[in-house]
C-alpha cells in the first residue's frame, strides 16, 4: 500500500507565496502520478495539478498556471507544491493524491488535507 502525508498549509495574505509538501511511503514503485487537488467549502474537488512519477512530467489546470508550479523530488519520495501569487479564491483544503494500478483510472490513495487560507 502506498501513504501519502500533506503539510504546509497555513494562513498567507494575498499575493503571497506558499509551499506544500507530499511524502509518500510503502509502496511507492506502485505509484503511477501524483496529483494535488483542493476543495473550497460548498464546491466541489477540483485538479491542481498532476505529475507523472516516474518522468516527473506535470500538467496544471489553467486557473494555476504560471502560478503553481509542481516539483518532484526523486530521492525524498515527495511532490511539492509551490504557489505564488495567491488569491483569496485559492483558499481550500489542498490534497495530494496517488493513483496507482489498484485504482483503475482513478486517484485511489488520498492524503489527510491541509488548509490554505489567503486573506484578502
Known amino acids: 500500500q502506498v501513504q501519502l502525508v500533506e503539510s504546509g498549509g497555513g494562513l498567507v495574505q494575498t499575493g503571497g507565496s506558499m509551499s506544500l509538501s507530499c511524502v509518500a511511503s510503502g509502496r511507492t514503485a506502485s505509484i503511477i502520478a501524483v496529483g494535488w487537488f483542493r476543495q473550497a467549502p460548498g464546491k466541489e474537488r477540483e485538479s491542481v495539478g498532476v505529475?507523472?512519477?516516474?518522468?516527473?512530467?506535470?500538467n496544471y489546470s489553467d486557473f494555476v498556471k504560471g502560478r503553481f508550479t509542481l516539483l518532484r523530488d526523486n530521492a525524498k519520495n515527495t511532490v511539492l507544491l509551490h504557489m505564488n501569487s495567491l488569491k483569496p479564491e485559492d483558499t481550500a483544503v489542498y490534497y495530494c493524491?496517488?493513483?496507482?494500478?489498484?485504482?483503475?483510472?482513478?486517484?485511489?490513495?488520498w492524503g489527510q488535507g491541509t488548509q490554505v487560507t489567503v486573506s484578502s
Open positions: 505529475v507523472n512519477w516516474r518522468y516527473g512530467s506535470p
Open positions: 493524491a496517488a493513483h496507482t494500478p489498484e485504482g483503475g483510472r482513478g486517484y485511489n490513495v
